[in-house]
Structure formats: structure tokens, C-alpha cells
């Protein structure tokens, strides 16, 4: 294991202005001694812009509208295309139904927070399981 | 209110329970309610002996209106059931309205989509993924017609639930469709949301324009609509305190939140040259009933108090009409799981009991499934029911205010008061509400009330069943609602049909007079009046906002 900080990006793609899930999540990040690169809205070329030139080990992305399918979709086509989608451990939390999430898994995301989840298994799910 | 003789034989008397008491033992948990006001084992007359009944509390629709706005209260009318309601398109939100209105519900509200908050068109592909999946969405002049189809605006009131920044263009949307409807707007009742702070610390702004001009938009609804009487029986603001007290704040805050933030708009528009009483009749209110059952009846109650001595004392109302405290209430969704969702009927349930039993004149109840999708036909009845259970079945409304004169209720609505004061006093230290947004203060608020919110539930401190006591698995409602995927395409065919029907030349020269209107400052409505009766859409006119005041990125604190 290398001594380099894990490092997180923590980004809200689209236009929905439901934060506050981002942001205790991203306190607990930097609690948890990670680098937090706060994105805030971002569309998708920014979330992949930021992820590579930040080089970062996790993309987590807030998404709160009921819309995950769509930008999830996008950003990880945009990942694979660009050739960089093993380089990132993609996390999502939000309002995400139970029933979704077999399907985001399948397709490339590491694991989804819905609601009532507690930051200290988010960030135990990072130390574990990050690509190094 | 009661005899020196008296009391001290009270004194007495609770001194010797107090030595029967010293000698049993307390459960290990902190006696303190949500907003930390720490609460004795017990109250008696000793706790409310100072207080004068006639001056402190008094009767219904009497000044300090402590029991209630309207003298008659509830045996004269109930209150509004108006459920919070939106989603794919106009037309399916237009029937979701028509099967709560068969079904009992006596007011409407627009939830609408995050582009029509932000005035965004949905050709905007960074937020086309968006349309219709939060609330209705509202882009044009036509969607107001499929919205309100057959639905009798003249009768029966509707709330528009957008902010400061979509306030001009979405209204007038609707007043224009109302007017060429044939109906009168200087008859027209409802409410507009209409709340700076609802969209910049509450929700967080995607591309609005900054503070001080949002703080200037908000202003000039109330003076187009009220003062200027273009819709004198309109609610032109509702000061949203539910909004940041689902980000985390407690029920002091929020008071302190929604006052402060009236007062600046009330020197607004004091100094445009009108007086309190010219507008501020209108102002109406939307607070949280969350879990602490008694604070928030203290709370409605302490608000009514407060809000009655500002208008007297700051502002030297006259009009006794112009002193009362209306507020609409809505429970609190944030004391909601996804986690055995059936549990939040019973948590609703008594947070509604908590907004009537503190006289509210308005009411929404959430769904069972709100902490996961926006509400199925079937979680949103069983919300309407439950209301209506209250309304015909209990007889909690036989008598108004039925708590008062509990030493409890009376010292706590007393311990709220004191406290908003101070908390009113803190923010006004940070300047008029813009300022207090801009320079970041208030987002350090929020960030504080949230982290301590958060490590109260990690910690056990708070509880939440199924989160951190008797957990369950996330497990959602067997039926999550999905919203219509094809609502994006239905909306830019809308956007697309008007666009062919309008006349651009004649649009382009009203939007120019909107440009100068901006750059002068100016009040907004009778140019936004033009525009979108012309057919321009929400971001149309957001985007020249942009053009001419730029936009903002609040100093969020992490």
C-alpha cells in the first residue's frame, strides 16, 4: 500500500440542488483524513475532466432527482471512451431505490448509498476495496 | 395569574415531591428537546406565575394572537389540505390534482421540476436528464393551461412553488393564462413560494443570478402583486423555513431564519417608498412540524407572538388585519425512512396532529414512500386520509388552542420566543439577508446545524427507527413511482410547437425592454407580464437575468 492519500472526488452532476447528502459526505471524507476534490455541479465532460486531472481513486457522485440511470450512464460511457474507466472506483449515493441497484453495479458502479446511510460505512467501503 | 398565597403554598407542596422524586432514578437519556432547551421533570403555576393572561396570551384573532390568528379558528373553517404535488408533465400532474380534489383535498401546490426552479429550458442538454423527476415541469405559458385544465381557479387557491429567481416568468405565466381564461386576477387567490432563502441555502442554485438581485426579484412580486393591487388577494411570498429546517437547523433557527429574512424585505420595500401596511398583510409563512411534538406547538405559537410584536413595535402596523401570523405546514420529510417506509404513516401522523393542535391554516402531509420517490397514487391518498381522519374523526378542533394554559406549553411557547429573539438578533448582526448569504454566515449555520444533526444520529444521541435503532436492511415500498420517461420529449415538442406559433420579432423587442428593465433595475413584473403572454419561455427570461446581473456560486462550507 502506497503512502499517497486516497483521493476522492465528490460531485453533483446536473442541476438538482439537493446538496446536503454531498456535503456531510464529503466532511466525512476529509474527516477521515482523504484528499476531498469538492466538484459541486459538474455536467459529465467535467466530472471526467476533474476525475483524471486530479487524478483521483474515487468519483462519487450526489444525485438526488431520480435521473442516477441517466448521468451514470453517461459518465462511465465517457470513462470507457476516453480508455480510463479501471483507473476510478465510481461510488453514487442519493435517493436510489433498493430495485436499482443490482443494475448500476452491472454497470460499473462500486457500490450506492441510498438514504438512511451512515458515512462511517462509506468511508470503511473506500479503505477496503480502493484500487491502488 | 394566580394568587401570592396560593403560589407559595404550591412552593410547598412540589418541595415535598421533589424529595419523593430525589430518591428514584432517571432513565440514562438527555431530557432536552430537539432544539436543546433543557426540560424540567415537571411544571406547575410556579413556572407561569409572571405571566398575564390577558397581555401574554389572550383570546383568538386577538393581539398577542397566541391562540390562534382568527377568532374563530377551526369551528369556523378548517384548514387548507394542500398537498405538495408534480411530476413528468403538466397533464399528469393535472391528474394527480383531480384525483386528490375528488378525493377531499381543499388547495393546491405546484412541486415543479429542478429546470423550471433554475430557469432552465430543457434543450439544455446538461439538465435534460431532469425533466419532470422531481416536480412538474413548467417552461412555457401552455404547460399552465395543461396544468390547471378543468380545475376551478376561481374557487379554490393555488400554491406556485418556485423561488425568487423563476418567481416573474412563472407566475405571470399563470396570471396571463388566468386572464385569458376570462377570470379576474385582482380575484385570483393563491400562494408563490417566492423564498431567497429556500434556493440558496436550502437547495443550492444551479446558474441563479446573485443574492441582492434575487433579494430585488422577491421584492418586486410582492410590491407588482399586493401593494401595486395588480393581485391584492395573493400570497406573494411564503417565507419557507421548512425548507432549511430539512437541511438540519432546529426549531429556533428556523423561526430566527424566516423572520430575519421578512424583515429584509419589509425595509425593502419600506424604502421603494411603501409603508408595512400597504403589503404586509400578505406575507404568508410555510414551517416544519418535526418530531418534538411539544416544542413545535410551542413553537407556532411563540411565532404568532413574535411576529405580531415586529409588526407592532418595528414596524407600527395599524391595520389589526395586517398583524396576524399565517402559516402553512408541512410535515417533516427528514424524520422520514426508506427503511420500513410504512412507519412514516405513524410519524406523519402525529407531526400533522402538532401543525393543528398549533393552529396552522395549512397543511401538507407527507407520503409513506417520500424518502425514496415522489409519491404513488396510493402513498399520497393515504396521506390526504390521514389529515382527514384528524379533521372527521378525532374532535381534536372542538375547542381552539386547547393547550394553552398548560404550565408546560405556556413556558415553552415563552423559552421559544426568548430564544428566536436572540437567534433574530445574531443573524441581523450579519446584515440584510443577502449580506448574510453572500458573506457566507448563513451557510455556516447550516453546515454546523447539519454535522451536529448527523453525528446525533451516528452516535444514537438521536433516534431513528429502522437507521440506528432495530435496524432493517434498506428495503424499499414494493411500488417505487417512476416519473414518465418520455417527459422530455413531450416538453421540447411543447417548447418547439410554441416557438413556431409566436411572433419572434415582436418577443425579441419585449425582451430587449427587459434587458434595460434589468440594467435599470426596475421592477420586473409588467415587462415579464408581456413576455410571456408573447410566449416566452422560463429560461428566456432567467437567461437575461444572467445576461445583465451575471451569476453566483454560494460560498458553501463544507
Known amino acids: 500500500m502506497s503512502e499517497k492519500k486516497i483521493r476522492v472526488l465528490m460531485s453533483k452532476p446536473g442541476i438538482d440542488g439537493h446538496w446536503r447528502g454531498g456535503i456531510v459526505v464529503s466532511r466525512a471524507i476529509r474527516d477521515a483524513g482523504m484528499e476531498l476534490i469538492f466538484g459541486g455541479f459538474q455536467n459529465v465532460e467535467q466530472i471526467v475532466e476533474s476525475a483524471i486531472q486530479e487524478d483521483v481513486d474515487v468519483i462519487g457522485l450526489s444525485i438526488h432527482s431520480g435521473a442516477h440511470f441517466a448521468y451514470t450512464q453517461q459518465i462511465i460511457d465517457l470513462l470507457k471512451e476516453r480508455g480510463v474507466l479501471d483507473n476510478f472506483m465510481i461510488l453514487l449515493g442519493g435517493i436510489v431505490p433498493a430495485q436499482d441497484f443490482s443494475k448500476l453495479k452491472e454497470m460499473g458502479v462500486a457500490n450506492i448509498y441510498g438514504p438512511g446511510s451512515m458515512t462511517r460505512d462509506i468511508i470503511e467501503f473506500i479503505r477496503e476495496n480502493v484500487k491502488r | ?558
Not at chain 2, 428514584?24 to 411544571?43: A, C, H, W
Request: proline share 5%; charged share 30%.
Open chain 2, 1 to 558: 395569574m394566580f394568587d401570592k398565597n396560593y403560589l407559595e403554598k404550591v412552593r410547598e407542596e412540589k418541595e415535598k415531591w421533589e424529595k419523593l422524586y430525589e430518591s428514584l432514578k432517571e432513565r440514562d437519556v438527555k431530557f432536552v428537546t430537539d432544539s436543546e432547551i433543557p426540560i424540567k421533570n415537571l411544571y406547575t403555576p410556579l413556572d407561569i406565575k409572571d405571566k398575564d393572561y390577558v397581555s401574554d396570551i389572550s383570546f383568538p384573532g386577538v393581539p398577542p394572537y397566541t391562540r390562534g390568528v382568527y377568532p374563530s379558528m377551526y369551528r369556523g373553517r378548517l384548514w387548507t389540505m394542500r398537498l405538495f404535488s408534480g411530476h413528468g408533465t403538466p397533464e399528469e400532474t393535472n391528474k394527480r390534482w383531480k384525483f386528490l380534489y375528488e378525493n377531499g383535498e381543499t388547495g393546491f401546490s405546484a412541486a415543479v421540476d429542478a429546470l423550471t426552479f433554475n430557469g432552465i429550458d430543457p434543450t439544455n442538454k446538461d439538465a435534460a436528464a431532469e425533466v419532470g423527476t422531481s416536480g412538474v415541469p413548467l417552461y412555457c405559458i401552455d404547460s399552465l393551461f395543461a396544468l390547471t385544465e378543468d380545475i376551478p381557479i376561481d374557487k379554490i387557491s393555488v400554491a406556485l412553488v418556485v423561488e425568487p429567481f423563476t418567481t416573474a416568468p412563472v407566475c405571470s405565466m399563470y396570471f396571463n393564462m388566468a386572464q385569458m381564461r376570462g377570470y379576474d386576477i385582482k380575484q385570483l387567490m393563491g400562494t408563490t413560494q417566492n423564498d431567497i432563502l429556500t434556493m440558496t441555502v436550502g437547495y443550492i442554485p444551479y446558474k441563479n443570478s446573485p443574492p441582492n438581485h434575487i433579494l430585488r426579484l422577491a421584492c418586486d412580486f410582492i410590491e407588482w402583486t399586493v401593494a401595486q393591487k395588480n393581485v391584492p388577494k395573493w400570497h406573494p411570498i411564503n417565507f419557507t423555513g421548512y425548507n432549511y429546517r430539512e437541511g438540519g437547523i432546529d426549531a429556533v433557527q428556523e423561526l430566527g431564519f424566516v423572520f430575519a429574512s421578512a424583515c429584509s424585505h419589509i425595509d425593502n420595500l419600506i424604502e421603494r417608498g411603501w409603508k408595512a401596511d400597504d403589503f404586509v398583510g400578505r406575507l404568508a409563512f410555510h414551517l416544519s412540524a418535526h418530531k418534538d411534538f411539544f416544542e413545535e406547538i410551542a413553537k407556532f405559537r411563540a411565532a404568532r407572538r413574535i411576529w405580531y410584536k415586529l409588526m407592532k413595535d418595528k414596524y407600527e402596523v395599524k391595520d389589526p388585519r395586517n398583524l396576524g401570523f399565517r402559516f402553512h405546514v408541512q410535515t417533516a420529510g427528514s424524520s422520514l425512512t426508506a427503511q420500513s417506509p410504512k412507519i412514516n404513516i405513524v410519524r406523519t401522523a402525529i407531526q400533522a396532529l402538532e401543525a393543528n393542535l398549533g393552529g396552522c391554516q395549512s397543511l401538507h402531509t407527507n407520503s409513506y414512500d417520500e424518502a425514496i420517490c415522489l409519491p404513488s397514487e396510493e402513498a399520497v391518498l393515504v396521506a390526504l386520509r390521514t389529515q382527514q381522519v384528524i379533521s372527521d374523526e378525532t374532535k381534536i378542533h372542538n375547542t381552539i388552542d386547547p393547550f394553552a394554559g398548560s404550565y408546560f406549553i405556556e413556558w415553552l411557547t415563552d423559552e421559544v420566543e426568548d430564544r428566536v429573539w436572540k437567534y433574530i438578533d445574531k443573524i441581523q448582526k450579519a446584515g440584510t439577508i443577502d449580506k448574510a448569504l453572500s458573506s457566507g454566515f448563513l451557510y455556516k449555520e447550516m453546515r454546523d446545524a447539519f454535522h451536529k444533526r448527523r453525528m446525533r444520529l451516528e452516535s444514537g444521541d438521536e433516534i431513528m427507527l429502522g437507521i440506528n435503532k432495530y435496524p432493517v436492511p434498506y428495503d424499499t415500498v414494493t411500488d417505487v413511482f417512476r416519473t414518465n420517461k418520455e417527459a422530455i420529449n413531450i416538453e421540447v415538442r411543447r417548447i418547439e410547437k410554441l416557438k413556431a406559433r409566436r411572433d419572434n420579432a415582436k418577443l425579441e423587442k419585449i425582451l430587449d425592454k427587459l434587458r434595460n428593465v434589468c440594467e435599470k433595475e426596475e421592477n420586473v413584473m409588467p415587462t415579464v407580464m408581456e413576455a410571456t403572454k408573447e410566449g416566452a419561455t422560463v429560461g428566456e427570461v432567467c437567461n437575461i437575468y444572467r445576461e445583465i446581473w451575471g451569476t453566483w456560486d454560494p460560498p458553501l462550507a463544507i
